[in-house]
Every structure is written in structure tokens, then in C-alpha cells.
């Protein structure tokens, strides 16, 4: 009896510091994912501001004369 209750708990034991690992890799990647959304959302406000420069230059370009 006291050889099973031993193994119980040591497989509690491993069953609360697994959960205790996996809360932390979880909130490492939610960091990850929230610094990869900022990238992503600076990323594409640089495109968007390089193409509204394109715009720009391509309407102040003389018309092609055929």
C-alpha cells in the first residue's frame, strides 16, 4: 500500500512540474507570437508607406507618349 502511495505521488510530482514547464514554454511563445505580430504589423506598414511613395513618383512621371 505505502509503495503504491509512493508511486503516486512521485507521479504527481512529475505531473506538477510538467504542467509548471508547459505554462512557461506557453508563455514564451505567446511572447514570441506577440513579437512576431508587431514585426509583422511593422512590416506592413513599411510596404505600405514604400507603395504610397511609388504612387507618388510614378504620378509625377511624365505620360508616355505612344
Known amino acids: 500500500m505505502q509503495s503504491e502511495l509512493d508511486s503516486l505521488e512521485q507521479k504527481l510530482n512529475q505531473l506538477v512540474q510538467l ?3 508547459l ?3 506557453n508563455l514564451q511563445l505567446r511572447q514570441h507570437v506577440a ?3 508587431n514585426e509583422q504589423r511593422r512590416s506592413q506598414d ?3 508607406q514604400a507603395a504610397q511613395r511609388i504612387e ?3 504620378g509625377q512621371l511624365p505620360a508616355e507618349s505612344a
Open 19 to 21: 504542467t509548471q514547464h
Open 23 to 25: 505554462r512557461t514554454e
Open 35 to 37: 513579437a512576431a505580430l
Open 46 to 48: 513599411k510596404m505600405s
Open 56 to 58: 507618388k513618383i510614378l
